[in-house]
């Protein structure tokens, strides 16, 4: 396994991801949520949000606007400490990957040319030999246990905006929030295109291009569903991609 699979494994699951959550919110009712919704998806995770979302709205004056943001910067502070410990497992991975890359080209360069399963078998034996040398696990390494986290949490969120009904009939700035804006949607779309560049600093090219197409399918997906999706969710996704942000940069300040 060299630098280049390791990239490419989690480029391909990350894109199944994508794919999972624009199925997910193109098939999920957007019925309004409530305590006589069903189901454990609605009980445990959208109507505590609803409710919640309700309550810091009640307390900000009825300000609904404020509210989103408010409990959207909330989440994102309690997982972030779960996203700088990936971010850091991540860059110790990078910097012992380039401290490799001399022994790891040594046994591309001895198996060159070589195309039959027996020597296949043998180089991925040195490599395993070398990870092992090196105490580097690729895929602990990245660590999953921060989009396990904080994937159903958001999900969550998401849906308690779309479904809290009272949300639709409050302005918050120049925008209704319950009425598409596109204004909000192009700075949504601009501020995670933002956010991905700024995840790239440090990067060699080659890691670059491997993960280039993520800097336009989120954007897009993010795009595409905000322009047919009432104005809180492009605030919660701008919000969201500011605070990635600026957490990108406090992590490479910490590391």
């Known amino acids: 396994m060299d630098q280049k699979s390791v990239f490419t494994f989690f480029s391909k699951y990350s ?3 994508i794919i999972l959550i624009l199925v997910l919110t193109g098939c999920a009712t957007t019925d309004p949520i409530s305590e006589n919704s069903s189901g454990w998806f609605d009980q445990f995770l959208v109507l505590p949000f609803s ?11 009825g300000n609904f606007g404020l509210s989103i943001i408010a409990i959207t910067l909330l989440i994102r502070l309690a997982i972030m400490p779960f996203m700088l410990k990936q971010m850091k497992n991540s860059k110790e991975m990078q910097e012992k990957m380039k401290i490799m890359k001399p022994e790891m080209d ?7 040319g070589k195309n039959d ?8 034996q040195e490599m395993t030999q070398l990870y092992q040398k090196h105490q580097l696990n690729p895929i602990s390494s990245m660590g999953c246990l921060p989009m396990i986290i904080q994937f ?5 969120f ?9 949300i639709a009939s409050h302005s918050f700035l120049w925008f209704n929030l319950g009425h598409t804006d596109i204004l909000l949607t192009i700075l949504a779309v601009l501020v995670y295109f933002v956010q991905f560049r700024v995840s ?8 670059k291009k491997q993960m280039a197409i993520f800097g336009l399918i989120s954007p897009i997906m993010i795009g595409i569903v905000s322009i047919n ?10 919000v969201g991609g500011l605070f990635l942000i600026v957490q990108t940069f406090i992590s490479r300040k910490t590391a």
Do not use: V
């Open 117 to 124: 399963t027996e020597t296949k078998l043998l180089m991925q």
């Open 15 to 17: 894109l199944i991801g």
């Open 158 to 166: 998401y849906y308690a905006i779309r479904r809290t009904p009272e």
């Open 152 to 156: 159903p949490i958001l999900i969550g």
């Open 229 to 238: 999706a009432p104005a809180a969710l492009p605030l919660y996704w701008t």
């Open 51 to 61: 409710l919640l979302i309700k309550s810091a709205a009640s307390s900000l004056g």
């Open 106 to 112: 040594a046994i591309k360069e001895k198996y060159k």
């Open 200 to 207: 790239q600093i440090g990067m060699d090219s080659n890691q």
